[in-house]
């Protein structure tokens, strides 16, 4: 089983499309942050979603997406680069025009408030984000590859010219369980749970 969660109005041919909104090509409308009631699934793809769900939501969903894999299933995210965001509409006042200060103010809170976006990864931390949803390996990939053909060509969002070490969009995939009593760099945990009372 392949589902592909916030389809939106992308939904691809195989998977099972999830999207939180009934539309034309959507199989299971559900808000997923009320959990996935599936399981033994293979393959998990979710395209400028996750960026949708707060830091503790993105959390839960993705300790379900672990529960819900097949112990060697593949979870695939991609989800706007923060490092590029930041890279690309914001420097030091003394360096911008006034008309870079101006749009570097209203796209950077674009970024973080528009188009329903709640909480914007870099990659270390959408890695220690999997990590502690317990998944063992975090691999980056180029937008449309990947090693496993069920994986490859599946994004479909709009993309910007990348920076060098700085893509517009993180793609990882996720795989394995992590021994919870195992070595962990849990900094991000404390955040995790402020994010829940709050
Ligand atoms: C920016 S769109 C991405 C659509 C498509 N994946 C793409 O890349 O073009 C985000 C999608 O996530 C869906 N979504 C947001 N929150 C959700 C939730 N809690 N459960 C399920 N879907 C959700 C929205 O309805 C929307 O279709």
Redesign the pocket.
Known sequence: MKL???????PLEGWTN????A?DGVDCA????RGLPFDDVDFIF????LE??TLA?GSV?LRECRRVLRPDGVLRI?TPNLDWVWLTHYKHPSEMSEDEQLLGCLEMNRAFHG??HQFLYNLRTLTLALRHARFETVSTHWYGESETAELRGL???ERHADLAGAPSVIVVEAVGRRDPEGDFDARIAPYVRDAEVH
């Open positions: 592909h969660v916030g389809s939106g109005s992308s999830i999207d939180v909104a539309a559900l808000d997923v942050r979710a395209e400028h979603f949708h769900l939501e969903f991609s188009w329903g994004e479909r969002h």
